[in-house]
């Protein structure tokens, strides 16, 4: 595998300013647009939301088309450990899915609460959407 890249990358050297040019031009303007876009599957079938589903869990087909969720939900409940911050989020197209609330602590989370996505995937890789609360929450002065 390395020695057949070894020549592809001597090539691109050839020509910095029409490798760099590409790079720019398909990878910047797309790129912040497209985390935050949170997409899910829909049953050809049936039409039940599912996300990332092999089979449909409401007939079994395994037939799906994709679309594009505005990325509002509602919090379910916690998953794992409290510092984890991680919730099932109910989106409004009908999927659930686990997301990682950020910008709050975990406390501060309730059942109930609006959140909207900010990224697709976590930074470190969990694969794991972040979502934030879409209503402002007040400093905690007295929770005891
Ligand atoms: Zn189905």
């Known amino acids: 595998m390395l020695q057949t890249e070894i020549p592809e990358d001597t ?3 050839e ?6 040019a590409d790079v720019t031009a398909t990878c910047s303007p797309a790129a912040p647009a497209g985390r935050r876009e949170l997409f899910f599957q829909r049953c050809r079938w049936c039409g039940t939301p599912a996300y990332r589903r092999s089979f449909c869990r ?3 087909a395994m037939a799906f088309s994709r679309e594009r969720s505005a990325g509002a939900g509602v919090v379910l409940r916690r998953n794992g450990h409290a510092h984890h911050n991680t919730w099932f989020v109910a989106m409004d197209e009908g999927f659930n899915l686990l997301c990682q609330v950020t910008g ?10 609006r959140v909207t996505v900010v990224r697709v ?24």
């Open 58 to 60: 409401a007939c079994g």
């Open 15 to 20: 020509t910095p300013d029409a490798a760099a």
């Open 11 to 13: 090539e691109l050297g």
């Open 104 to 113: 709050a602590a975990p406390f501060v989370v309730a059942v109930g609460a």
């Open 121 to 144: 995937v976590a930074p470190s890789g969990q694969g794991v959407p972040v979502v934030e609360l879409a209503e402002p929450v007040r400093p905690p002065e007295r929770w005891w």
